[in-house]
């Protein structure tokens, strides 16, 4: 089983390039969300999806924007990247509402911005 | 406005000790709570979890312990072992909502 994949591991971008990060799960979960880590920050949510076609924001959105067309991907997107994007940004996901169901998690996506 | 504090930043314990790592909060709502590992260039793996109308869960080497009237939670390693070195990160979950909201994160350290 994959669990939860993150592509890419690694990007470097310029200020003011886009990207799009892809987070897949293969657990048949209705509800993904993204994370950043920052240090001494814990773990932020950006924006959250509670199934396909779904999306709301988070703690920290801006800056980012989300699309969740197939209930399997769940899409980061930065449009003008800043150097206060630097981050390493996680994708999770879980079965349901109920709070005893863990989130699991990505291996993160370590971003750099120049 | 943090709603879950993990006041200590780090921790070092010695293998086969006990490691304590604590986590406050201060909404009195929250259902649950949960604690997760996470290895460097790896994403936080679940570790164990009690609901706010319990006290204690175990779970194998891990117990977690709840205060609610202080707003507290705890989670025991018994014995630490220095695979166990990572960081720790505590979480509620957020009722009325589908989000979780989760601390800073307390290094642990166990040394061999």
């Known amino acids: 089983n994959a669990g939860v994949t993150q592509t890419p591991k690694f990007r470097v971008l310029k200020t003011g390039q886009s990207m799009t990060l892809l987070c897949a799960q293969d657990?048949?979960?209705?509800?993904m969300y993204w994370y950043r880590q920052d240090p001494g920050m814990g773990l932020r949510l950006i924006h959250y999806?509670?199934?396909?076609?779904?999306?709301a924001k988070g703690e920290v959105p801006d800056g980012y924007n989300v699309s969740r067309l197939k209930k399997q991907n769940f899409l980061l997107g930065l449009e003008s990247a800043a150097p206060s994007q630097t981050s390493v940004y996680f994708c999770?996901?879980?079965?349901?509402?109920?709070?005893?169901?863990?989130?699991?998690f990505g291996d993160g996506t370590r971003l750099s911005i120049l | 406005d943090q709603q879950v504090k993990q006041n200590s930043p780090s921790l070092s314990v010695q293998e086969g000790r006990i490691s304590i790592l604590n986590c406050d909060y201060t909404n009195s709502m929250f259902d649950y709570f949960l604690w997760y590992k996470k290895y460097p260039a790896e994403g936080p793996t679940f570790l164990i979890s009690i609901s706010s109308i319990k006290d204690k869960n175990e779970d194998g080497r891990f117990t977690v312990f709840l205060n609610k009237s202080a707003k507290h939670l705890s989670l025991h390693i018994v014995p630490s072992q220095p695979g166990d070195s990572a960081v720790y990160f505590c979480?509620?979950?957020?009722?009325?909502?589908?989000?979780?909201?989760f601390g800073t994160g307390t290094r642990l350290k166990v040394l061999a």
């Open positions: 999770a996901s879980t079965t349901g509402r109920a709070g005893n169901q863990p989130q699991h």
């Open positions: 999806s509670v199934g396909e076609g779904t999306t």
């Open positions: 657990m048949n979960h209705e509800y």
């Open positions: 979480a509620a979950d957020d009722t009325g909502t589908y989000k979780y909201i």
